[in-house]
């Protein structure tokens, strides 16, 4: 009798250890749980300022600029390339620059590895890479995707369609490539303009590896516009449980419209509204929210007016959208530069905007 009293003390012993690890165990999950929660609004909260990346006609380079408020932009390097194309680029030149923070707070950006300009400055012969009349205006076959921990260090990989993937041997054109994460899938997707030879531009996507320097996944489709025309320079926005892609069709002049969907890469609704009221033709929409509040500022690359500027529009709601109109015309400004080409606005840490500025004797 004693030795069974002693056993049933035993596992009410052992029970117990085991019972209390469980809660330990359960309690520093839901510790980790909160903390990622926490980390997560701290980013949030701790974000001060804007980074802008555009590229100019005139040199095919990566230029960038820093703003407060989102609405006023300083060029950090006087106007001139922070990264000159001729450096990074298989056609000496780069154009449509997009930026992207990862979720484990690295930097992305992709550019249009094209040079359209390339024989009046004497770097090449023709016109552009290959033959016109069969692979259209701007041809070209691939992207510059570069990554960053701190904005000024850069990894950088030339990457071709062609010589990602066999049976694109064809392709046309690949412009405007722009970064987002996959939540569901786990994966960085880069989202593009794509065609075949001289025909119609689409817009299509591909999987990236972390170290962003290689397709995964071969094009698809991202979204079918309902006419007979091309359609290019999608932006993705994930606005609560939707995802807004803004994009340009060239149906009739060149302007703004939206697609939504509850998924990042198909299902995209199309909608017959144009969102922009330019009489110009625009295009390369790009989005992004105005820190601590409720509003976010699309903007837009009017290319159909000389010289070049960017318009901009607001909205809360993403139905409604108010015009701002365009650099130096109104609310936003750009103090010491012109004439800048589609451009993309992400935002920054205080210390992050001020390591920047410093790198580049900027006074931020």
């Known amino acids: 009798m004693r030795n069974w009293i002693r056993f049933c003390m ?21 510790i980790n749980s909160e903390e990622n929660s926490d980390t997560k609004k701290q980013v949030q909260d701790k ?6 990346v555009y590229f100019k006609d005139n040199d095919h380079s990566l230029h960038m600029a820093l703003s407060k408020d989102g609405k006023s932009f300083t060029d950090i390097n006087e106007g001139k390339a922070v990264i000159a194309g001729d450096t990074i680029a298989e056609q000496k030149g780069i154009r449509d620059p997009h930026i992207y923070r990862g979720p484990e707070g690295n930097f992305y950006l992709a550019m249009t590895d094209l040079h359209i300009f390339a024989k009046l400055d004497g770097l090449r012969e023709t016109e552009w890479q290959r033959e016109g009349e069969k692979y259209g205006w701007g041809n070209n076959r691939g992207f510059v995707l570069m990554k960053s921990k701190d904005l000024i260090h850069w990894s950088k990989a030339n990457v071709r369609l062609d010589q990602s993937f066999d049976g694109f041997d064809e392709v046309g054109a690949a412009w405007a ?12 997707m880069l989202y593009y303009t794509m065609r075949t030879g001289n025909e119609r531009n689409q817009m299509y996507y591909s999987y990236v590896n972390k170290e962003f320097d290689s397709l995964l996944s071969p094009p698809q489709l991202i979204f079918d516009y309902p006419k ?6 999608a932006d993705i926005s994930e606005i609560g449980d939707k995802f807004h892609m803004f994009y340009t069709p060239h149906d009739g002049t060149p302007g703004i419209k939206q697609a939504v969907s509850s998924e990042i890469n198909k299902g995209y609704q199309y909608q017959e509204k144009w969102i922009d009221e330019e009489p110009q033709a625009s295009e390369a929409p790009n989005v992004w929210k105005i820190i601590g509040e409720d509003k976010w500022i699309l903007m837009y690359d009017i290319y159909g007016i000389q010289p070049h500027n960017f318009g901009f529009l607001e909205t809360t709601d993403f139905e409604n959208f108010k015009n701002l109109g365009h650099f130096n015309e109104g609310v936003m400004k750009a103090t010491n530069f012109s004439s800048p080409k589609h451009g993309a606005v992400i935002h920054l840490s205080q210390k992050e905007a001020e390591k920047l500025a410093d790198h580049w004797n900027f006074d931020f």
């Open 10 to 30: 035993f596992l009410m012993f052992i029970f117990g250890i085991v019972s209390c690890k469980q809660t330990a165990s359960e309690n520093k999950a839901e």
């Open 47 to 52: 974000m001060a300022a804007y980074l802008m």
């Open 177 to 188: 490539p722009e970064t987002i994460f996959d939540k569901k899938a786990g994966k960085f």
């Open 228 to 233: 007979e025309v091309s359609y290019i320079d």
